[in-house]
């Protein structure tokens, strides 16, 4: 299954998808990736609000793909993200924190921004609760 590639069971938000190109495959790892132009990957496909924002944010990173092209893309902002999410995890102390690097919070502001029209007011509140930016 982890090629697979999934359909969300939330209509506008697959719909969303489709609109912007964006195909959401499963990996095993506990991890959400975005590899624009081709794939987002993300584990547990579950069809939870969390498993939603989840592919939101991962969308909001396909959108800083589209705004920016390929090579300030990866240069500014993927590059950083994965070096941050490497921090994160070699921190001895637990007092680095992925979730508030510059390519993250971006992602959320990018995701919340296009999604506010789409999901809906209370939705779209949670979803700034679990991804600050």
Not at 16 to 41: H, Q, W
Not at 69 to 82: C, M
Not at 93 to 100: D, G, I, L, P, V
Not at 121 to 133: D, G, T
């Amino acid at each position: 299954m982890q090629n697979a590639v999934y359909k969300i069971k939330d209509e506008k938000l697959q719909q969303s998808l489709l609109d912007l190109g964006v195909k959401i495959k499963e990996t095993n790892n506990n991890m959400g990736l975005c590899l624009a132009p081709f794939y987002i990957r993300i584990s547990k496909v579950d069809h939870s609000m969390f498993n939603q924002f989840w592919i939101m944010h991962e969308v909001g990173h396909w959108l800083q793909y589209k705004k920016y092209g390929f090579i300030v893309f990866y240069l500014f902002f993927g590059l950083p993200s994965v070096l941050s999410q490497y921090l994160e995890l070699i921190d001895p102390f637990k007092k680095y924190k992925h979730r508030y690097c510059f390519a993250e919070k971006s992602a959320n502001q990018f995701a919340y921004n296009y999604f506010k029209n789409v999901i809906g007011n209370e939705k779209i509140a949670l979803f700034r609760l679990y991804y600050p930016f």
